[in-house]
């Protein structure tokens, strides 16, 4: 839940995250790879969608606290150990939200939460934070900034107000500057 929420992983990125992908130093998780399933069958390590969902995403220090907490609690200590696994252990499957997030979902008495949605709100939470559109658009691994303008556009803040603030500065400045030049030319 916290890789989908505070890192935008999608869920062949976390099925198919592994220990070398973690940077607890940076606080960073790397996506290199994605697990895929097909009529029944996960395989891992495979190309992830676009080249530009091949990227490093940065993440709250108390996330990576977490989820350093998971990797010496429940993970192998070998860098290609996987970071997430079905209960019996192996690559999780996409029956993972059905059989265990929304049952979650119904106990805690929450809305309908996928673990995609969990994307969604990264975005927001990574607007919220400050972070431009270009960045929001890198960790997200969105194929193009116009994508996710598109369709996040409305959470970017419109900064019209400061933008004329700015542009009244800017033309004082050189209302100042010619008067200068003016006086300057006459004497």
Known sequence: MLVGAYAGLRW???????????????????ITSTAVELRGQVTLDNEPKTTRSKRSVPVARSVMRR???HLSEFVDPTSVALVFTAPAGGPLFRAWGRTVLRPAVL????????????????????VAAG???????????????AFTLTRYGGLFED?????IDRLDA??????????????????
Not at 159 to 163: F, G, S
């Open 67 to 69: 989820l350093e907490r």
């Open 131 to 145: 972070c431009n559109v270009r960045e929001v658009s890198e960790w997200a691994g969105h194929n193009s900034v």
């Open 12 to 30: 062949g990125e976390a099925a198919g995250l592994r220990r070398r992908d973690i940077d607890p130093v940076r606080s960073r998780i790397r």
């Open 107 to 126: 106990r805690a008495e929450l809305d309908d939460i996928t673990f995609h949605g969990l994307r969604h709100s990264f975005v927001a939470i990574m």
């Open 159 to 163: 900064n019209a107000d400061a933008a």
């Open 170 to 187: 800017l033309l004082r400045a050189s209302a100042t500057t010619a008067n200068i030049e003016l006086l300057a030319s006459s004497s």
